[in-house]
């Protein structure tokens, strides 16, 4: 197997997720040299690439909408992007499949940034990804991380209990996934399509990316070797054969969970003491239904006055039906974060 040389743009250390940061993003190199990709405006291109080097990206290809930022990153000398030429570079992108952005949720997606990473080469890195899949709000998003995630094939993992865990956040983010995208279909929702005054033209039909960018390089590009997992498989396959299949993962024997308590699980904003919150979870859904509780960790999640160091325990917070509980009071008043500029304001 060979792969194309890539550029890494580097950035600041972000937040760390995980006990992991992004310190940089890959671009490969054949992507200046596919057809599609190049034939594409200038603005859209330079943006598509700012994406992908923003510190705000996580592992599974998502960051919030932050369009001071994303304007300070394609400055012209002293000038500056408008919000809306960057809106209509991100319309524009979402009608070719490159990027997917919800303003509902304030959710940008690179589409294929995972495979383009080959996240799933790395154990640590994927299980990262699969968590954050398991927080996308959107269910746009939801739906085109479905079909992304089914196309990942299995990592290179020798420790049995490395590949149970895998298995068991894959089955969590699939199952999220899918709840979410349930009910929609294409074609989605534009962005900022509010006041245009005329339609943008739309393209053809088209896959984006060639899939894969690597193949087909022209003779004379630089390649390097990399080790070959003998037979690599898809996820699927792999559940198959470990008798956890998507229609049996609820049902998998010993360490896993049942499907629903696993919806609540990826919504609640601190994973810890597992165990405990299941009890906890089986006690408070005859209290309550399951979509109540996962809309309360939800809420719980987002509210911009929660901190993490006071962030309860899940098995505590069922125990005291906190799903019925308000907005938490921020030190500073009742405050909202603004879905554009990422900034607290006023309620």
Known sequence: MTCAPAIEFRTHRMEVVDNMAREYGKVWFSIFTDEHFTAQPAVDKLLYIALIAQPSLNYAGVQPINMRRLRKAMRDGDSLPTERELELSLLRMERLGYVYTDEDTGEILVRSFMRRDEINKQPNV??????????????KLAHVMRGELARLTAPS??????????????????????????????????????GLAEPLPRPGETEGL?????????????VVEVEVVKSP??????????NLSESSMSNAPRNTYPAE???????YPKREQKRDALKAWQAA????????????????????????????????????????????AGRNGNQVRDGKSGLLVER
Do not use: C
Request: cysteine-free; overall charge negative.
């Open 126 to 139: 994927l299980k990262s990804a699969l968590r954050a899949l398991s927080q996308i709000e959107s269910r």
């Open 157 to 194: 993992v020798k420790s049995e209990k490395i590949l149970d865990e895998i298995t068991r956040l894959w089955a969590a983010a699939m199952t999220h996934l899918e709840g979410l995208a349930e009910g929609i279909t294409e074609p989605f929702p534009e962005p900022f399509t509010e």
């Open 210 to 222: 060639p899939e894969p960018l690597t193949e087909g390089l022209p003779e004379g590009s630089v």
């Open 233 to 242: 498989t898809a996820f699927t396959q792999v559940l198959e054969k470990k």
């Open 261 to 267: 308590f696993e919806r609540f699980w990826a919504a």
């Open 285 to 328: 859904i005859k209290r309550a239904s399951n979509e109540e509780l996962i809309d309360g960790a939800t809420r719980y999640a987002r509210d911009p006055n929660r901190e993490s160091q006071f962030t309860k325990l899940p098995a505590g917070w069922l125990r005291g039906d906190m799903w019925l509980d308000g907005p938490i």
